[in-house]
């Protein structure tokens, strides 16, 4: 859920569009202004009709944009950092680096965005009573009718109990509460998600054979959504746990081996690629800062051709996009920040300097130990 754009910031906190909001931003326009506002208030001239359907989309979302920025807002007031806010297909996500110190910090967090929802439904709902209580019956009422009840139903749907949406949030908090355990919690909420996203496949397919309408294949997708994004986060969760008290330093591969950024491709292909077992090798320079970082990907992408006269400087990892780590972090708070950088490595250092590298592998071989360690503790008791 990349952003293909940005629109600025809102709160401090950046704000981005994927691409495949314009799908569903012309699916909703067209629906209004094609078959809805219509049926509803037949007669009047097409370009009306184009625009109340353009009016009630955009308001739509802003008013999702309202949803996901008090995410955001309560989060920080929380003590949790907000890399942006992204709207794509499925709505909008805040991304919240870190979690929730508490079950109350996580209900917080989670509560505010469906009431935000249900505010705004609330208020357009309020209007479009006030223009039919004076006689009123233009497109104006139809678009603050709609406002009103995508607004409800945005936040009703939001608060079901199943992970990823804030409903399985205040599922979390509830059960972490209740037990004290997070990861039991996580996992908890995420099946229900699971249950949630099967069920919704299952209408929709019913739906879609029993002659219904497309709509149903819409709530077969959502459905899927929901699936794979519980499973993530079930997967996340059971990571975090085998991850607990894992420092950074525990699982690094110390002094790696470096290059210089003047070096050329050509010659990395000849002097780097077999001499080490290593898939990324970072730059350094002054004695060991870290200015870069090259994998074996980045240098794929490059011709023979052109190897001899590019550097890998011009095709590394650059040094904003880098990210560094701590030896005595707890790895688990390093595990987010990894997406920032699309190599997905780190790099430790003390100071300035780096001390070691920290890989997918690496990650992996300490879940497996974790994971072991569970059993076992498990099995003891």
Aim: charged fraction near 15%.
């Amino acid at each position: 859920m990349r952003a293909s754009f940005r629109l600025g910031r809102v709160a401090g906190v950046p704000v981005g569009v994927n691409w495949s909001v314009l799908v569903i931003f012309a699916l909703i326009w067209w629906g209004l202004a094609a078959s809805q506002f219509p049926r509803s208030y037949p007669d009047r001239p097409v370009i009306l009709y184009v625009l109340a359907g353009l009016v009630a989309a955009a308001v739509f979302f802003v008013g999702l944009l309202a949803h996901e920025v008090s995410h955001a807002i309560v989060a920080k007031r929380n003590g949790l950092e907000v890399g942006g806010i992204t709207l794509w297909l499925f709505g909008g996500v805040a991304e919240l680096h870190g979690e929730a110190k508490d079950p109350g910090a996580e209900l917080r967090i989670a509560g505010i965005g469906p009431l935000v929802s249900f505010c705004i439904g609330v208020v357009f709902g309020a209007f479009a009573i006030i223009l039919a209580q004076v006689g009123y019956r233009g497109l104006a009422l139809g678009v603050l009718a709609w406002l009103a009840g995508i607004n409800i139903l945005l936040a009703v749907f939001n608060v079901l109990p199943a992970a990823p949406l804030d409903g399985g949030r205040l599922l979390r908090a509830g059960v972490w509460r209740w037990t004290g355990d997070r990861t039991k919690a996580t996992i908890v909420a995420a099946r229900a998600g699971w249950a949630l996203g099967a069920l919704l496949i299952a209408l929709g397919i019913w739906q879609f054979l029993a002659g219904v309408g497309f709509g149903g294949l819409w709530l077969a997708l959502i459905g899927w959504f929901l699936i794979g994004a519980a499973a993530m986060e079930e997967r996340q969760a059971r990571m975090g746990s085998a991850l607990q008290g894992v420092r950074v330093s525990d699982v690094m591969t110390a002094q790696p081996q470096t290059a210089s950024a003047d070096m050329t491709v050509a010659d990395f292909v000849d002097r780097y690629l077999f001499a080490y077992r290593h898939s990324a090798l970072p730059l350094t320079e002054d004695g060991g800062r870290p200015i870069g970082l090259v994998t074996l990907d980045r240098v794929r992408g490059i011709p023979p051709e052109r190897r001899s006269a590019t550097t890998l400087a011009e095709v590394a990892c650059r040094e904003e996009q880098l990210v560094l780590a701590n030896p005595d972090e707890q790895l688990n708070e390093l595990l987010p920040r990894l997406n920032e950088c699309a190599d997905g490595r780190a790099l430790v250092v003390t100071g300035d300097q780096l001390i070691g590298i920290v890989s997918p592998s690496d990650i992996s071989r300490a879940v497996q130990r974790g994971s072991l360690r569970e059993h076992t503790a498990g099995e003891r008791r």
